[in-house]
């Protein structure tokens, strides 16, 4: 199992410019989050989902979308991205359902915007 | 609001010491703490949790509620214990939403 894996690993973009981070998890999971990471700072939630066409925003929301088409798969997008969304992407996956589970975390997207 | 605190971004101690990592945390309801721990080129992955009064790899954690604090501690540190380690709370219930610390790293001298 491969557990949770990201594309790409690394991108630099234009301020501006759109992409989209993909996120997949092969352990069945229910749950899926997103996370952003800035030096000096602990990893903050910017959306969570329960399930499949489930979303929820988590702390830092603002300047993301998110799809979650199926339940392997997660995607983050940023519309138009600023320099202020560097930063390193964390996708994890959990069970699902009861307070306390592990998370799952994938290897990270580094995203710098220039 | 609820935060998390780890007032150490670096410890370091030598083989065989004590280690005592901090976290403090601000939650107005019922608390539900992690440890997580990312070694070198490896995933962030789960320590441990307060719920399970679990040791992993020699470390404890307790929550005093009283304090407000979560600290993991472990008797003798080992080299291999070299790592990043990030405090959590969950807050969010069953959607296990997370807020983190802004980590400590643990450097174990030979």
């Known amino acids: 199992n491969a557990g949770v894996t990201q594309t790409p690993k690394f991108q630099v973009l234009k301020t501006g410019q759109s992409m989209t981070l993909q996120c997949a998890q092969d352990?069945?999971?229910?749950?899926m989050y997103w996370y952003r990471q800035d030096p000096g700072m602990g990893l903050r939630l910017i959306y969570y989902?329960?399930?499949?066409?489930?979303?929820d925003k988590g702390e830092v929301p603002n300047g993301y979308n998110v799809s979650r088409l199926n339940k392997r798969e997660f995607s983050l997008r940023l519309e138009s991205a600023a320099p202020s969304q560097t930063s390193v992407y964390f996708c994890a996956s959990s069970e699902g359902g009861a307070r306390g589970e592990t998370q799952y975390f994938g290897p990270g997207t580094r995203l710098l915007v220039l | 609001a609820q935060r998390v605190t780890q007032p150490e971004k670096l410890l370091s101690v030598f083989k065989g010491a004590p280690v005592e990592l901090k976290c403090n945390y601000s939650?107005?309801?019922?608390?539900?703490l992690f440890w997580y721990v990312q070694y070198s080129r490896q995933r962030l992955q789960l320590l441990l949790r307060h719920i399970s009064r679990e040791s992993i790899k020699g470390f404890t954690a307790d929550l005093n509620k009283g304090e407000t604090s979560f600290h993991l501690k472990k008797p003798f540190a080992q080299e291999e214990d070299s790592a990043m380690y990030y405090c959590a709370l969950n807050y969010g219930g069953a959607t296990n939403k997370l807020i983190f610390g802004t980590g400590t790293l643990l450097a174990v001298q030979p």
């Open positions: 352990m069945n999971h229910n749950s």
């Open positions: 989902s329960a399930s499949e066409g489930t979303t």
């Open positions: 939650y107005s309801g019922s608390p539900e």
